[in-house]
T-cell receptor, first 113, second 111 residues
Framework: DSGVTQTPKHLITATGQRVTLRCSPR?????VYWYQQSLDQGLQFLIQ???????AKGNILERFSAQQFPDLHSELNLSSLELGDSALYFC????????????FGSGTRLTVV | GQNIDQPTEMTATEGAIVQINCTYQ??????LFWYQQHAGEAPTFLSY????GLEEKGRFSSFLSRSKGYSYLLLKELQMKDSASYLC????????????FGTGTQLKVEL
């Protein structure tokens, strides 16, 4: 157990729907990162939050949004889902926003049908 | 930004040694990471190099040359369980220190 908790582990939904993925960072970690990994693709950075504030943004679609709550857990919202959004979505956390101690959760596998 | 290149796949024999190379081009430098990822699972941290040279950690070692923009991961006494994807990653030097990953090298260990 890495200490980073992601729920749900699996999600199957239809095109056009909206889903929310949840991440609880490791205890004491202030920074949360979201990544997307499609089949045979590398890890693509989506967005980072640090202590409730957006810190960095990657190639995140406008249909996707995220936030970090006062208890430091984070949610990634995916809307108007398309078949191409099917992927593994990973959350990682680190203590102070530095890359040292970057720990991943076990991921949410999203399947859009 | 960062540009990271590594071979797509490699095959090696159980008990052998394999070297996985990574070249990078970054707008700044803030260290280089290696992660291991088994299919469908989370990446797990292997090593972090910020200074030139070889860092040894059991069967795994990682080397860095900042002047050449080059790193390698050395795996000794290969075991079947080492079959996985090995990801090279570099942190950004702008705000956030997010990690940018290479596409990964899929290593297959055969008998």
């Amino acid at each position: 157990d890495s200490g980073v908790t992601q729920t749900p582990k699996h999600l199957i939904t239809a095109t056009g729907q909206r889903v929310t993925l949840r991440c609880s960072p490791r205890s004491g970690d202030l920074s949360v990162y979201w990544y997307q990994q499609s089949l045979d693709q590398g890890l693509q950075f989506l967005i980072q939050y640090y202590n409730g504030e957006e810190r960095a943004k990657g190639n995140i679609l406008e249909r996707f949004s995220a936030q970090q709550f006062p208890d430091l857990h984070s949610e990634l919202n995916l809307s108007s889902l398309e078949l191409g959004d099917s992927a593994l979505y990973f959350c990682a956390s680190s203590p102070r926003g530095g890359a040292e101690g970057y720990t991943f959760g076990s991921g949410t596998r999203l399947t859009v049908v | 930004g960062q540009n990271i290149d590594q071979p797509t796949e490699m095959t090696a024999t159980e008990g052998a040694i394999v070297q996985i190379n990574c070249t990078y081009q970054t707008s700044g430098f803030n260290g280089l990471f290696w992660y291991q990822q088994h299919a469908g699972e989370a990446p797990t941290f292997l090593s972090y190099n910020v200074l030139d040279g070889l860092e040894e950690k059991g069967r795994f070692s990682s080397f860095l040359s900042r002047s050449k923009g080059y790193s390698y991961l050395l795996l000794k006494e290969l075991q079947m369980k080492d079959s996985a994807s090995y990801l090279c990653a570099a942190p950004s030097t702008g705000g956030g220190n997010k990690l940018t990953f290479g596409t990964g090298t899929q290593l297959k260990v055969e008998l």
